[in-house]
């Protein structure tokens, strides 16, 4: 989080996670093509001739939140692939608020399993308690076969300390709730820390509600 | 904080602060200089702190002119110095000059932030009247020639400069974003190397620990072998050396039963002190200072020597014992006392584990060794072969087990508890037999074929022809 009282501005830095091919720079991309050209910039990535995400994918926002105030959301996307740890360290820096972007086939749950525990290392190594770290989990390809079925999400979301969406991010399906989902869980323990509201005067609701029209589009989530 | 941290930051939040550090000088004079060539108006960029970064222009005769005088310079430089400072913070503005022309001033942003701007002009707006009075009013000004210099200004019409201008802007904007990608790749991979060789200056410095505390285990058990064996090595001596004198009647004369009592506690001690030699001798070379005293060994003196030891042993179990050393086979370079050790050690097995009426087989051929490290380092792949010679042990015997076969130069190994309690022995010496020849710089291989019998292949490095 930085927060510049003279600029009025309050950047917020929000980390697309997960293994590799599980459709994180997808997320980054859906929600370009989704948000309002207002308040996203552009796309910048990062990434190999095949596509697969070198260093990161970023995609700043910015969102006048009342008051003069404004509210800059950095989205970063790590690159999955087991060789570049240390980058993916190094992207985890200073992050506010971590979406952990799961691949639904039955066949990538060890893979899911593994990059989860490897974060919560990660985060450990940067001097980060895990358990204080907002995150959201997203199962995505929700379109795809022999998937886990909704009902073991819900089981496992019962479960689980995160919130759990779904998604088919390269339609957009369900990518904008995710991250709005984050977005509130990020400024929930922002607020509980920094007391923003008392400190700086910026509304937390009123914040929430501005990000969440000026992104606009929230498709509910149907189906494949 | 230091420029890197404050750098490092900037990549996490993946921020950019200065135009200058992310569009690229060449790029942006290239830029300025075919604007100026297509649209002939004045260019120059600057960064949010009005420095100068790329330019394109040609000096106006009337700029030119006004420069000769000195309120024309005044006022000249103070217009410009105005223009340089306004800082637009939306849209582009546009500042007049008292000659009749004007500058467009445009800002530069990237992710909403105001980075720099650029100045167009000057140019005389083509809806602008002739030259305004504020020329005339310049210090001892030449009015007609004013004039004639003012109708050289360059031109444009308003609406088509602040569309050129847009543009201009856009294209800048798009430089800036490339060059700020490529700044941040940079600075990312150069992290990630930086960050990569930290790991792994960690783990090295972990294993390098272990490996030490490793040695120190080793080196622990190589003394307390030594030890051990030193410690019981003198007080069975002893019980030889009395035992000895007993027999020898230094005590008085001894009945039957007695001498017989005396002869099982001599062989029993000789046993033991067969192996606590062994002991010593494994101890020494897994601390590594057993000494070989190198010289060229015949291996048929080597070969017979063997054999006239071990043929009265053979001969009671009616087993053929055959001695065949090939043609043109060098001379071992070695320590004679061990290679006899090695050979000694392996015939006795031979027989021990041939039945009645089998055949052991002793021989001795020329062969390659293959260089490096036997442990398995590759530094000998750019070197030649070394001339060897291969010492063979074959036997009708029992065999061994294939699982059995890689662990049988273990220490303390022996195939199954009943051929151990059978032949006697603790099982020390073929792995003693693999440290000798490890000592020497050689392989010793093992094939075997239960019921069929067994092979022992020595390979040692040969003597220099010479020697
Ligand atoms: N069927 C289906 N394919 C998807 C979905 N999301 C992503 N993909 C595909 O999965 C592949 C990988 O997607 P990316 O978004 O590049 O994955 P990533 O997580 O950024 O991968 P890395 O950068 O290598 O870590 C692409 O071929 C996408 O088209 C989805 O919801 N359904
Ligand atoms: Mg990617």
Redesign the pocket.
Do not use: C, F, M, W
């Given at each position: 989080m930085r927060l510049d009282l003279a600029a009025k501005e309050l950047t917020l830095k929000l980390v697309?996670y997960?293994?590799?091919?599980?459709?994180?720079?997808?997320?980054?991309?859906a929600i370009h093509r989704l948000a309002s050209s207002e308040a996203c910039g552009q796309l910048m990535t990062l990434?190999m001739k095949n596509?697969?995400?070198?260093f990161f994918?970023m995609l700043p926002i910015a969102i006048a939140v009342g008051d003069g105030f404004r509210v800059r959301l950095k989205l970063f996307?790590?690159?999955?692939?087991l060789m570049?740890e240390a980058t993916r360290r190094l992207v985890l820096q200073a992050a506010d608020g971590i979406a952990f972007?799961a691949?639904?086939r039955r066949s990538e749950a060890s893979t899911n399993r593994e990059s989860f525990l490897r974060l919560h290392r990660n985060l450990r190594h940067n001097g980060v308690d895990p358990a204080r770290m907002p995150m959201v989990v997203q199962f995505?390809?929700?379109?795809?076969e022999d998937i886990r079925s909704d009902e073991e999400l819900e089981t496992i979301g019962a479960r689980s300390h995160e919130p759990i969406y779904k998604?088919?991010?390269?339609?957009g399906?369900g990518v904008m709730q995710t991250l709005h989902g984050l977005i509130r869980k990020t400024w929930l323990k922002l607020e509980t820390d920094q007391h923003l509201e008392d400190r700086v005067g910026i509304n937390a609701s009123r914040s929430m509600r501005a990000i969440e029209s000026m992104l606009g589009n929230r498709p509910e989530w149907q189906a494949p | 904080m230091t420029q890197d941290d404050a750098n490092a930051a900037d990549i996490v939040m993946g921020d950019v602060v200065r135009l200058e550090d992310v569009l690229s000088r060449d790029s942006a004079a290239s830029l300025c200089k075919s604007f100026f060539a297509l649209f002939g108006l004045p260019v120059r960029v600057l960064s949010q702190e009005g420095d100068l970064l790329a330019e394109a222009h040609r000096d106006r005769p009337l700029c030119s002119y006004l420069n000769t005088l000195a309120d024309g310079r005044h006022r000249c430089s103070q217009t410009l110095g105005e223009a340089h400072s306004v800082q637009p913070d939306s849209g582009s503005i546009v500042h007049p000059c008292f000659s009749g022309a004007v500058y467009r001033i445009v800002p530069l942003f990237h992710q909403r932030r105001p980075i720099g701007r650029f100045i167009v002009g000057p140019y005389v707006p083509i809806e602008a009247p002739s030259a305004p009075e504020s020329l005339g009013s310049v210090e001892s000004i030449d009015t007609g020639a004013a004039r004639a210099h003012f109708s050289d200004m360059p031109r444009a019409r308003e609406d088509i400069a602040e569309q050129i201008c847009a543009h201009l802007g856009e294209v800048l904007e798009i430089l800036v974003f490339f060059g700020h990608r490529a700044q941040l790749a940079s600075a990312m991979q150069l992290a990630s190397v930086r960050e990569s060789y930290r790991e792994l200056a960690e783990k090295s410095e972990a294993l390098t620990e272990s490996h030490e505390e490793l040695k120190q285990v080793d080196k622990l058990k190589s003394t307390f072998l030594a030890t051990v064996s030193h410690e019981l090595r003198s007080p069975l001596t002893s019980i030889i050396g009395y035992t000895e004198m007993l027999q020898s009647g230094a005590a008085g004369a001894l009945s039957e039963e007695q001498s017989e009592i005396l002869k099982t506690v001599h062989g029993k001690a000789d046993e033991l002190l067969g192996l606590i030699s062994s002991l010593l001798d494994l101890g020494q070379l897994e601390s590594r200072t057993l000494d070989l005293r190198h010289e060229a060994v015949d291996p048929r003196a080597l070969l017979s020597g063997v054999g006239s030891t071990v043929v009265p042993s053979a001969n009671r179990r009616n087993i053929a014992l055959d001695i065949r050393v090939s043609a043109g086979t060098p001379k071992i370079w070695g320590d004679a006392i061990r290679l006899r050790q090695i050979m000694l050690n392996l015939a006795d097995n031979a027989i021990k584990f041939t039945h009645e009426g089998g055949q052991v087989e002793l021989g001795a051929a020329p062969a390659q060794l293959e260089p490096g490290d036997p442990s398995g380092v590759g530094s000998g792949l750019f070197t030649a072969n070394r001339p060897a010679v291969v010492l063979l042990v074959r036997d009708t015997g029992m065999g061994i087990a294939e699982d059995k076969l890689s662990r049988i130069f273990e220490a303390f190994y022996q195939v199954d508890g009943g051929t151990t309690r059978a032949h006697g022995g603790a099982g020390l010496g073929l792995s003693i037999v693999k440290q000798l020849v490890d000592a020497h710089g050689g392989t010793i291989e093992v094939t075997s074929k239960p019921g069929e019998g067994t092979l022992f292949t020595v390979t040692l490095p040969a003597a220099n022809p010479d020697a």
């Open positions: 697309y997960g293994p590799a091919l599980s459709g994180k720079t997808s997320n980054l991309r990434a596509e697969r995400t070198l994918d996307s790590v690159p999955g692939q570049h972007i691949d639904s995505n390809k929700r379109d795809l998604a088919v991010a390269t339609r399906h | -």
